[in-house]
């Protein structure tokens, strides 16, 4: 059982606001700011996914948009074919129903983190920035180049896809859909990092030859935290998808990647709720700054800068102290 | 036969480190690697777990040759080093730091708190925080939860206080009782010889003398140990 500590209720806190938030905004029929908030969720979602490999293993990669986007084309992919009725390969149809989308999702991204993580992982700093953003930009090109799923222009999902009793067409309904994905994947983040494994990922980032002298093999331990990021981040692709009832090569997009380290360094690096933190800042300066100014984003910079310098474990470092892992 | 280096020569980039360092041990001893400063005894240790993989020569584990092994396969054939300089994971806790290396076998988390019960008392501490003693006797467990065949100290006392080097000798004497092979670098002869089985002497990166601590003569460690 975990203490309440400071952390712990700061997390808390967090938890109950983004759920407030909408319930809210439902009882005042203000269904934009349910929309925020469901946007705040997934971004976190995906971000945590980004903490497992960042935060815990310190592989700063620069491609998670590839996941990301990934199971946003799964996600309009199925959809569209689910639509049309044509077969999408081996006389598989598409689907509408969310659970087999997250399914297929969670599988795409997997073998395709598997691939990127196989090969980016016998790198290391900044090549390995480089290579992951390399392989990001590979799958954005081919993306854009692909016109039967809209190339350039992306791929609109025309109804929201469904999940069985649930009516995802209500901004309320589909809140709880990714808040409680969010809460699954936080919590598959809490596992990991208090279970043996997460201690040799951790282990692994703070010394790799220390690691492989009590017997740890550092690549395969990455590697898993790898494709199990690659698969939280696609699951967040898919439901982003169908947020927006709409994906494109945007998702893809090496912005996409950076916005999210972004989100993790806002939020506080390899902090349980930092994804969270950080999703919910960005989303708040993004529609409060965004409405005064387009160059809202130079803002966002200065405040990242700041964090940097004077706040290193993000929001949730200040308003619960040091982190217990450096 | 549990270790059996032969002859091996080793390199740091072009500059060569080992000229030939042999010697063998057998399962439940405790062998003392010696030698004045610069002579090749953290050079040989690492040779042995092939963090620095040994040029010519040939090194068993257990029968295995583990020269072409990656270091993390050797440590898994059952060889467990306590590095020199109390390297633990800082940013770990006592108790992240014995888990994450555990292994099957005798010893568990509760053997090793029996054996160092400091650390059952910081186990929820970060390993950087704790004392030079309570690191080193982390990384003596870290090392033990590995469960190996040969235990590895490499300069384990170096810059503890007395009373915390008393309980060092003292967990390794108990570890001798239990019949786990030892193979110790450290200085203290005055602890090192009452606990060791046979003594292995390096100079210039050669293994030039080796016996019993009781034909270690005076002689010999003038010569050999500058002592």
Same mark, same amino acid.
């Not at chain 1, 945007?250 to 989100?263: A, F, K």
């Not at chain 2, 062998?31 to 040994?54: E, Q």
């Given at each position: ?41 997934? *971004?976190? *979602? ?7 490999? *960042? ?49 297929? %999702? ?30 990001? @930009? ?13 190339? @350039? ?8 896809? @469904? ?31 208090? %279970? ?5 990922? @951790? ?114 470092? *200040? ?8 | 036969?549990?270790?059996? #280096? ?23 001893? #405790? ?51 306590? $590095? ?19 292994? $099957? ?121 500058? #002592?």
């Amino acid at each position: 059982m975990p203490m309440l500590n400071r952390e712990n209720l700061v997390n808390l806190a967090l938890a109950i606001l983004l759920i407030a938030v909408p319930l809210i905004a439902n009882g005042l029929g203000q269904p934009f700011y349910i929309t925020l908030a469901t946007r705040v969720a997934i *971004l976190a *979602l995906a971000a945590t996914g980004l903490n497992l490999a *960042l935060g815990l293993g310190g592989l700063v990669s620069f491609g998670h948009a590839a996941f990301f986007g990934l199971g946003g084309y799964v996600a309009g992919i199925l959809a569209a074919h689910n639509f049309s009725g044509e077969p999408v390969i081996f006389g598989l149809g598409g689907t509408n129903q969310m659970w087999v989308i997250w399914v297929v %999702s969670i599988l795409v991204s997997g073998i395709v983190g598997l691939a990127i993580g196989a090969i980016s992982l016998r790198t290391s700093g900044v090549y390995f920035i480089m290579i992951t953003l390399a392989f990001a @930009q590979m799958v954005y090109y081919f993306a854009i180049s692909w016109p039967a799923y809209g190339g @350039q222009d992306g791929l609109s999902i025309l109804v929201r896809n @469904q999940f069985p009793g649930i009516s995802t067409m209500r901004p309320l309904s589909f809140f709880f859909v990714c808040y409680v994905i969010l809460i699954l994947g936080i919590g598959l983040f809490a596992l990991i990092r208090a %279970s043996r494994f997460g201690a040799a990922l @951790q282990a692994s980032r703070q010394n790799e030859v220390r690691v492989a002298t009590v017997g740890i093999r550092p690549f395969r331990i990455r590697l898993t935290a790898f494709v199990i990021s690659a698969m939280l981040t696609g699951i967040a692709g898919a439901l982003f998808a169908d947020l927006n009832r709409f994906v494109s090569p945007s998702m893809l997009s090496w912005q996409m990647s950076g916005e999210l380290i972004v989100l993790i360094i806002l939020g506080g690096t390899g902090r349980l709720f930092g994804p969270l933190a950080g999703a919910a800042l960005y989303v708040v300066f993004e529609y409060a700054l965004g409405g005064m100014t387009e160059r809202w984003q130079f803002f966002l910079g200065l405040i990242l800068l700041l964090v940097v310098l004077f706040a290193r474990g993000g929001l949730i470092g *200040l308003l619960a102290g040091k982190a217990k892992h450096g | 036969m549990l270790l059996d #280096v032969q002859d091996i020569t080793t390199y740091y980039g072009s500059s060569q480190a080992l000229f030939g360092v042999e010697f063998r041990m057998t399962e439940g001893e #405790v062998v003392a690697l010696m030698g004045r400063n610069g002579m090749g005894k953290s050079t040989t240790i690492k040779s042995i777990c092939n963090l620095l993989a040994p040029k010519s020569g040939r090194i068993f584990f257990d029968g295995k040759p583990t020269e072409r092994m990656p270091p993390h396969r050797v440590a898994r054939l059952g060889i467990g080093l306590v $590095p020199e300089g109390r390297r633990c994971f800082p940013n770990l806790t006592v108790h992240e730091n014995l888990v994450a290396a555990a292994r $099957p076998g005798k010893w568990t988390l509760e053997r090793v708190n029996d054996l160092f019960p400091r650390l059952k008392e910081r186990h929820a501490q970060l390993s950087r925080s704790l004392s030079g003693g309570e690191q080193q006797m982390l990384a003596i467990g870290r090392a033990l939860m590995t469960n190996p065949k040969l235990l590895i100290l490499d300069e384990a006392t170096e810059g503890l206080a007395p009373v915390i080097r008393q309980d060092i000798w003292k967990a390794i004497r108990h570890l001798k009782s239990e019949g786990l092979s030892i193979l110790v670098v450290d200085k203290t002869l005055s602890e090192l010889l009452p606990v060791a089985d046979r003594c292995v002497i390096l100079e210039n990166g050669k293994s030039v003398w080796s016996g019993s601590p009781g034909e270690l003569t005076v002689e010999t460690q003038d010569r050999y140990l500058g #002592v």
